[in-house]
C-alpha cells in the first residue's frame, strides 16, 4: 500500500488564493521530504529540500516567498502556494528520502493537481 | 554532478514486440539508478532500481534493466509489450548532497506507445 500520502489530491483555487498541500509519510520518520512540480507532458522538477525542524533548501529560480514549505514534524511536510495564479496551476509530488531498507530510495506520493483559474 | 539522459522522448512498439528505453549517466561515483513509470495523471511508481549489486537488475511487471559502467548506460527492457505498459518512463540518479541524504536528477522522460 501507499507510504507517502498527499491531500487533497486536487484542488481548484481563484487566483489570489493561497493552497495548502500536506504530504504524510505513513510509515517511516522522515527528516527529509522533497517537493516536485510537472507540468503536462514534462519531466519532475525539483523545487524544493523541506528540512524537517530547519529551513526548508530551494531550488535556484523557486520563488520561497512564493511556496512556503513547513516540515514540522517527522510524518508531515506542507507546501503552500501563496496568492495562486493561473501559471502555478501544476501537478505537484512530494517524496521522503529514506536510509531503510535502501539507502537514498525516495518514495512518492501520489500528487496534487492544482488548478488556479 | 550526476546528470541523466534519456535518448529517446517517444518510443512506439507493437504489443508482443520487445521495448528497449535508453538512459545514459554521467556520475563522479558509483551511482545508484532508479527507473520509474508514471501513467496519466497518476504518481510514480518504481520499476527497479540499481545500488551497485548485481548489474542485471529486474522489476516488476517483467521489467529489467543492465547497469553497464564502461557505457555509462541503465537501458531499460522487457521483451513482449503489453498494452498496459503505456505511459511515461524515467530513468533517474541519485545524487549525494553534503548532508548525506540523496537528491534525484530525473530524465527529460520517455513516453512509450504500444501499438495494437
Known amino acids: 500500500g501507499a507510504v507517502v500520502s498527499q491531500h487533497p489530491s486536487w484542488v481548484i483555487c481563484k487566483s489570489g488564493t493561497s493552497v495548502k498541500i500536506e504530504c504524510r509519510s505513513l510509515?517511516?520518520?522522515?527528516?527529509?521530504m522533497f517537493w516536485y512540480r510537472q507540468f503536462p507532458k514534462q519531466s519532475l522538477m525539483l523545487m524544493a529540500t523541506?528540512?524537517?525542524?530547519?529551513?526548508?533548501?530551494?531550488e535556484q529560480g523557486v520563488e520561497k516567498d512564493k511556496f512556503l514549505i513547513n516540515h514540522a514534524s517527522l510524518t508531515l511536510s506542507t507546501l503552500t502556494v501563496t496568492s495562486a495564479h493561473p501559471e502555478d496551476s501544476s501537478f505537484y509530488i512530494c517524496?521522503?528520502?529514506?536510509?531503510?531498507?535502501?539507502?537514498?530510495?525516495?518514495?512518492f506520493g501520489p500528487g496534487t493537481r492544482l488548478t488556479v483559474l | 554532478a550526476q546528470s541523466v539522459t534519456q535518448l529517446d522522448s517517444h518510443v512506439s512498439v507493437s504489443e508482443g514486440t520487445p521495448v528497449l528505453l535508453r538512459c545514459n549517466y554521467s556520475?563522479?561515483?558509483?551511482?545508484?539508478l532508479f527507473w520509474y513509470v508514471q501513467h496519466p495523471n497518476k504518481g510514480l511508481q518504481l520499476l527497479l532500481k540499481?545500488?551497485?549489486?548485481?548489474?542485471l537488475v529486474k522489476g516488476i511487471n517483467g521489467f529489467e534493466a543492465e547497469f553497464k559502467k564502461s557505457e555509462t548506460s541503465f537501458h531499460l527492457t522487457k521483451p513482449s509489450a503489453h498494452m498496459s505498459d503505456a505511459a511515461e518512463y524515467f530513468c533517474?540518479?541519485?545524487?549525494?548532497?553534503?548532508?548525506?541524504?540523496?537528491?534525484?536528477?530525473f530524465g527529460t522522460g520517455t513516453r512509450l506507445k504500444v501499438l495494437a
Open positions: 517524496s521522503d528520502a529514506r536510509t531503510r531498507p535502501v539507502d537514498n530510495e525516495q518514495f
Open positions: 510509515d517511516f520518520q522522515a527528516t527529509t
Open positions: 523541506s528540512n524537517e525542524g530547519s529551513k526548508a533548501t530551494y
Open positions: 556520475s563522479s561515483y558509483s551511482p545508484s
Open positions: 540499481y545500488t551497485s549489486a548485481a548489474t
Open positions: 533517474v540518479v541519485s545524487d549525494r548532497l553534503t548532508s548525506g541524504t540523496y537528491k534525484y536528477i
